[in-house]
């Protein structure tokens, strides 16, 4: 089953993404994550990237492109993969379906998280992460069991560079004009689904899994 998760930054994205890849047991590939462990170890690719995203801008396409055609074709993609914070723009989208196209695959569902910018920022100015294992809290909703540390490995969590609000405001306007444009696009496909992001997130992976199927 191959997922592409669409939504504004801070819609749940990684949240539900998690979620489905242990369900349905297939790799959860989220660019955010792959730019963010670049930047944690000092590559070349994370420092591009650092770049653009402290300023709340999109990396380039041709930084990012073959990167994910490239974790797409390992082994344990081979029955699947859920796509989160991939394709952003209109050619990351033309390029995924083109590398798909020539291996005789297609996406199988495009699922659009729902939610308004108001709440945007206010989600996101209480997420904390986890810069070493990606895992996500929030301060109100979903605290650590210990404050600062992380459950899953023991690091300690913060707020994102790019979780500052004025770097939100920019985001969500990257967002309107660049990723928008793929709900149409997937529409067009006949794979896009929508749902709400606003409810709690069990309530969100519920309404997922009646999409996806049990
Ligand atoms: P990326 O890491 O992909 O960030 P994003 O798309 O902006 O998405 P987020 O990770 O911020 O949010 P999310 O939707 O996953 O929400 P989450 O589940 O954490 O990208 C970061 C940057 O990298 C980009 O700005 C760009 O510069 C660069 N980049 C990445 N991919 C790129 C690409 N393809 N091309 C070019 N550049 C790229 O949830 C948010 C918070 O809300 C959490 O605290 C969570 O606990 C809480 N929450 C989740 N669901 C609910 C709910 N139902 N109710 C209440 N709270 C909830």
Redesign the pocket.
């Known amino acids: 089953m191959k997922i592409i998760m669409l ?1 504004a ?7 539900q993404a998690k979620q489905i890849a242990d369900k349905y047991g297939i790799p959860h590939i ?4 792959i ?1 963010r462990a670049n930047i944690k170890n000092g590559t070349e690719l994370g420092k591009k ?1 650092k770049e ?2 402290d300023q ?4 380039p396409d041709e930084l ?1 492109c073959d990167l994910v055609m490239d974790r797409i074709a390992q082994d344990d993609a081979k029955n699947g993969f859920v796509l ?6 209109i050619p ?1 989208a033309e390029a995924l379906t083109a590398a798909l196209e020539k291996i005789g695959q297609k996406m199988d569902f495009a699922i659009d998280v729902d939610v308004p910018d108001e709440n945007i920022v206010n ?2 100015s ?2 904390r992460a986890c810069l070493n294992c990606g895992a ?3 301060i109100v ?2 605290p650590p069991k210990q404050e600062g540390i992380c459950d899953r490995c023991g690091s300690e969590i913060v707020l994102r560079d ?1 979780d500052k609000p004025e770097t939100v405001q920019k ?1 969500l306007t990257v967002y309107h004009e660049q990723t928008q444009p793929l709900i149409d696009y997937y529409k067009k496909q006949g794979i896009l689904q929508s749902v709400d ?1 606003t ?3 069990e309530e ?1 992976f519920r309404s997922i899994v009646a999409i996806l199927g049990e």
Do not use: C, E, N, W
């Open positions: 939504g930054p801070g819609a749940g994205k990684g949240t989220s660019t955010g994550d730019f990237a653009y995203m709340g801008a999109l990396v990012t989160d914070g991939f394709p952003r723009t990351q989600r996101m209480g997420r996500t809290y929030h909703s979903i790019d985001r992001g409810v709690p997130m969100v």
